[in-house]
């Protein structure tokens, strides 16, 4: 039996404590936060709940199976998330592929032979990945092997171009699809994860009917039932090391001794700020996670409606609306742009459209979000309190405005209303940036040589990995991936 801590209760370090706990591995979580949950997070103001950052996951059958293999399975309401596309031209509630293909020819006849281009492309990776996806028995996996050949060789094609540089392929760049379909998944995401974007966010898109903070709630609890100990209210300090390896951290000014100490924490803090020696780290290791690119953050108003449910219903018609009102001069890497939010792309999201509970009887519940440029005016006013307060409550004010679109008179049905920027995010999950995925999804600024493979280990021996930082493209799946991996590795 292994001594072992793990820094933060995200669903990583909630997996991983579970894993290692059921193994007979004492564990304990030190957990800056105040509730579990980490990006997996919730929270309530005036009876309505919000989601603190996570909305929804993919590759569900990763997912389940890791929830049935904690016995926890049953105890969770999963349930799919659908969503509605809605531009000037285009309305559409997306329930298969199928859906999305027909809306874009249905919206744009005079892109017809693009269109078909485009298509016959990406049904090429849509193929793959379906194979890829089937069960397999022996038989199968002798038929399998030349799917796979195939994906390997398609993968490497385009793990290096952009979804930007794809989607130029075949519309102009000044066009409403080439703006569109450039924007499907995370800003300019390699172009290898078209196809999966696609079917995860149309056909594998979950999310949790009573909030992810019931979801990591319930993690947290299996986690004490099988011994494990959660500590909340407790930073990390640093991680001790001793002849090169992992031995303990410092928590609250007291020393945690360990066999292995797992970061469920932002990566580049786990090494440029808590890792004791930074001797310890290869030559030009530091500078390169320093420089490194992270995931978008997110700007995020939180709305207590007095609009009933059935009401906010017959104008969303789904609980998530992507809208897109394409605005000229739109840029997600412009930091000076200080019009940026009457531009963006805004997404509406309600929890209680798939809980009642999740709002006041006859109320409702609604996020409006939209990723924001790093750093945005000198990051957000540069510390000085005042600016910071301005901007923020401009965005705010603009964004409701503009939602307004899809919820007419909007501001009169407001009962509570707050906003987070991505350094509130930063400050709560300790994501550098408030990065919403980990690292940049962008091929050209990847961190690992590629996107494919889950990284545990690190250069200080028994300092491991067990977030969706151990993968380029993060998400709630790696997020349990890499705790498996840890688990394996931990006899």
Not at 27 to 56: D, N, Q
Not at 69 to 84: A, H, L, N, T
Not at 229 to 241: C, D, N, P, W, Y
Request: charged letters at 25%; one cysteine or more; a positive charge.
């Amino acid at each position: 039996m292994s001594k072992i801590v793990i820094i933060g209760a995200g669903m990583g370090g909630l997996t991983a404590g579970n894993l290692l706990a059921k193994k007979g591995h004492k564990v304990v979580i030190f957990e800056s936060h105040s509730v579990p949950g980490g990006y997996t997070a919730g929270f309530r103001r005036k009876g309505f709940y919000f989601e603190s950052g996570t909305l929804s996951f993919e590759s569900s059958p990763v997912v389940f199976s890791a929830m049935k293999e904690m016995g926890v399975y049953d105890k969770i309401p999963f349930v799919r998330q659908y969503s509605r596309f809605l531009t000037n031209n285009l309305d559409c509630s997306l329930y298969k592929i199928d859906d999305w293909r027909k809306a874009l020819y249905t919206a744009f006849p005079s892109e017809k032979d693009n269109l078909d281009k485009y298509w016959a492309e990406v049904d090429k990776m849509l193929k793959l990945y379906v194979a890829l996806g089937k069960p397999r028995n022996f038989i199968q996996k002798i038929i399998f092997f030349p799917n796979m050949v195939r994906f390997m060789r398609m993968y490497r094609k385009y793990e290096k171009m952009t979804v930007t540089e794809f989607t130029q392929r075949y519309f102009d760049k000044d066009s409403e699809l080439f703006f569109l379909l450039k924007e499907m998944g995370y800003p300019d995401m390699s172009a290898s994860v078209v196809a999966a974007a696609l079917i995860a966010f149309i056909d594998d898109y979950w999310t949790v009917k009573t909030g992810m903070q019931s979801w990591a709630d319930v993690l947290a609890d299996n986690f004490r039932n099988l011994g494990g100990e959660l500590s909340l209210k407790s930073r990390v300090e640093k991680i001790v090391t001793k002849e090169g390896a992992a031995v303990g951290v410092v928590c609250n000014g007291k020393e945690y001794s360990a066999d292995y100490v797992l970061s469920a924490s932002d990566y580049k803090k786990t090494f440029l700020t808590l890792l004791d020696h930074k001797s310890l780290l290869p030559e030009g290791f530091l500078e390169k996670v320093e420089k490194a690119a992270v995931s978008e953050g997110f700007f995020t108003v939180y709305l207590g409606l007095s609009l009933p449910g059935e009401k906010l219903q017959e104008f969303m018609k789904l609980p998530h609306v992507m809208y897109y009102d394409l605005k000229s001069g739109y840029d997600l890497y412009n930091t000076d742009d200080k019009d940026f939010f009457e531009k963006c792309a805004l997404w509406l999201y309600s929890t209680s459209m798939f809980h009642e509970g999740n709002a006041p009887d006859g109320k409702s519940s609604l996020m409006i979000q939209s990723p924001v440029p790093h750093h945005w005016m000198n990051n957000w006013g540069n510390g000085d309190r005042e600016v910071y307060k301005k901007l923020k409550e401009k965005a705010r004010k603009t964004l409701i405005q503009r939602a307004s679109a899809v919820i007419p008179n909007l501001e009169q049905y407001i009962e509570f209303e707050d906003a987070a920027t991505p350094l509130t995010y930063e400050r709560y999950t300790n994501n550098t940036d408030g990065a919403t995925s980990a690292w940049s999804w962008n091929p050209k600024k990847w961190f690992y040589k590629d996107g494919y493979n889950i990284r545990v280990t690190t250069p200080v021996t028994n300092l491991l990995i067990c977030s969706c930082w151990a993968h380029q493209m993060g998400g709630i799946p790696t997020a349990i991936q890499a705790p498996q991996k840890c688990a394996e590795l931990i006899k």
